[in-house]
């Protein structure tokens, strides 16, 4: 069976600091990937998804960028942390039309 | 990105009540996914619909595919108190998802 992992769970970053949040799927290959961050429990926004290795679209023009250096690896990474960049970010990956969430990171900027 | 029109915002419900929500777009979708959200974790996906008309069960939830592929309901009987939590819907055409607004509900014991 597939399962998503994230880390870390948590975090809590000074503003202007680096951010790297890793995800990986295991169980399948070739997924395609994705990356979501919510505000407030509601409202997904997407920011970027993948549909292979080095091949990522954005979303939403942001100080985040994003990153698939293996098949089952999707990685969210920011230069410059912002404090509205504090949120809840998923990963998740899809296979034919559904799709499936990780646990999520929970990050504070302060 | 596209959003689709969910409602109810929220809704406080008595246990044992049943639950019905829907979920409107402008677009055709060609599936209709239901998720459920704990607070803390990531969305679990409850039910995929992927013909109009269709309608589908998963225990106590059934949701059906609309008609027109422009919308999806979902209904709970007999609520129980770990049915709380955020009930997102989403439309797919294939590679692209997009969300709901989500539903909270509360199972008042």
């Known amino acids: 069976s597939q399962t998503i992992h994230q880390w870390p769970a948590t975090l809590v970053q000074p503003v202007g600091s680096p951010l790297s949040l890793e995800c990986t799927v295991e169980?399948?290959?070739?997924?395609?990937l994705y990356w979501y961050r919510q505000a407030a429990g509601r409202g997904l926004q997407l920011l970027f998804y993948?549909?292979?290795?080095?091949?990522i679209s954005s979303e939403v023009p942001q100080n985040l960028s994003a990153s698939r250096p293996q098949d089952r690896q999707f990685i969210l990474s920011s230069k410059k942390l912002l404090l509205s960049d504090s949120g809840f970010y998923l990963c998740?990956?899809?296979?034919?039309?559904?799709?499936?969430f990780g646990p999520g990171t929970r990050l504070t900027v302060t | 990105g596209q959003q689709l029109n969910q409602s109810p915002q929220s809704m406080f419900i008595q246990e044992g009540e049943d639950v019905s929500m829907n979920c409107t777009s402008s677009s055709i979708f060609n599936t209709w996914l239901w998720y459920k959200q704990d607070p803390g974790e990531g969305p679990v996906l409850l039910i995929a619909?992927?013909?109009?008309?269709e309608l589908t069960s998963n225990g106590r939830l059934t949701a059906q595919f609309g008609i027109t592929r422009k919308d999806s309901f979902l209904n709970i009987s007999a609520s129980i108190p770990s049915d709380v939590g955020i009930y997102f819907c989403?439309?797919?055409?294939?590679?692209?998802?997009?969300f709901g607004t989500g539903t909270s509900l509360t199972v008042i014991p």
């Open positions: 993948s549909v292979g290795i080095g091949q």
């Open positions: 169980g399948t290959s070739n997924p395609n």
């Open positions: 998740a990956w899809g296979m034919e039309v559904k799709q499936y």
């Open positions: 619909l992927y013909k109009a008309g």
């Open positions: 989403a439309g797919s055409t294939g590679n692209q998802f997009y």
